[in-house]
């Protein structure tokens, strides 16, 4: 997505960008802030740390993915930066994926802007030129997996209460097939079958033995370790690196790009249908009722 047709939507969505500021930190280094998206250079050089920020849960909303996609961009052209650390603001939750209010009692053109939005910030942050480490340090079930499967390396924190994989057949729901290919990909075809339709939410332990996360680590830790994981990675130079990262990653990426039209009206159709919404209300009803 261009920069400006992020910044269109963002407008469209009422965001203001003027409230966007860059500030200087203790040691002159620049941070930038939005709302929901927090950059900051850290004290590696050339690598930025991207915050999730996007209380309480960082769901996914149409605002919180045109922020996240703009700052991608905004480091891409930044030849400053080569890598970047993704990991979240909120204790204990990495992403909890997907808006579902995004998705329950909207409108088909509302469905499409939004089905785009999910589209466009899955092929930006796969297909990017930027090393990517997840550093993950909460529970990302759905569509915060798919961000985290998406980056080159993953860390994960040491703590039994996280849980991440691909949980949409729990809310009644198709895992769409640039999902499932991202996860065929990273844990192979068997295991992903066997995820992908019991709708499967692995701790620690697990993801590990999966190869869903690269490393577990003390909770503590996880952002220490992105940090070291990707001064490996930076010690490689980027066109050789860029050029491999494109060739093993550009058939997945190029099979939505080819179908991304396709795939928006699959979209509104499925989550159109009465019963789609009704699972949906209920999910969401469930959800708020747990805590009394
Ligand atoms: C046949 C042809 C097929 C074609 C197919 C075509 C297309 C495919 C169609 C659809 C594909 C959709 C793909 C969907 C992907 C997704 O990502 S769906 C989202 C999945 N996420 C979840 O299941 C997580 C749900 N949330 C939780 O489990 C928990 O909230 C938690 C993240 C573990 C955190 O727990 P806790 O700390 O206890 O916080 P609360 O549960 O109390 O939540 C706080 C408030 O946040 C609200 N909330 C939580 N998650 C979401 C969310 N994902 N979206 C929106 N809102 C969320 C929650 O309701 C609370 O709100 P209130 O404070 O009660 O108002």
Redesign the pocket.
């Known amino acids: 997505m261009a920069l400006a047709a992020g910044r269109a939507m963002l407008m469209r969505s009422g965001v203001r960008l003027g409230t966007q500021a860059a500030a200087r930190g203790g040691n002159g280094a620049r941070r930038f802030m939005n709302h929901r998206v927090v950059v900051e250079p850290n004290t590696v050089p050339g690598v930025a740390v991207i915050k999730f920020k996007n209380p ?2 960082n ?2 909303t149409l605002e919180f993915l045109t922020e996240f996609v703009i700052c991608l961009e905004k480091l891409e052209n930044d030849k400053t930066f080569r890598g970047v650390v993704l990991t979240s603001d909120c204790p ?2 990495f992403s ?6 995004e ?1 329950c009692g909207k409108n088909p053109a509302h469905y499409a802007e939004y089905w785009r939005a999910v589209q466009e910030m899955w092929l930006k942050v796969y297909l990017s030129n930027l090393v990517l480490v997840a550093a993950i340090n909460g ?1 990302s ?4 997996c798919l961000i985290a499967l998406s980056c080159d390396y993953r860390v994960l924190a040491d703590n039994p209460r996280y849980r991440m994989g691909l ?2 057949t ?2 009644g ?4 097939f640039w ?1 499932k290919d991202t996860l065929v990909n990273t844990i192979g075809h068997r295991a992903s079958e066997r995820a992908l339709q019991l709708g499967l939410l692995f701790p620690p332990a697990e993801a590990l033995q999966l190869g869903m996360v690269d490393q577990v680590v003390p909770e503590d830790q996880v952002q220490s370790t992105a940090l070291s994981v990707m001064t490996q990675w930076l010690a490689i130079p980027d066109h050789v690196r860029q050029l491999t990262k494109n060739m093993i990653r550009k058939a997945t990426a190029d099979h939505l790009i080819k179908h991304q039209e396709a ?1 928006i009206q ?2 509104i159709n ?2 159109s249908r009465d019963s789609i919404q009704k699972s949906l209300q209920v ?2 009803e469930n ?2 009722q ?2 009394h």
């Open positions: 309480p849960v769901s996914l204990g939750i909890a994926g997907l808006d579902l209010r998705m529970t079930p759905a569509g915060g949980n949409e729990l809310l729901l198709v895992v769409p999902f795939d699959n979209f499925f989550i999910y969401l959800l708020k747990k805590k």
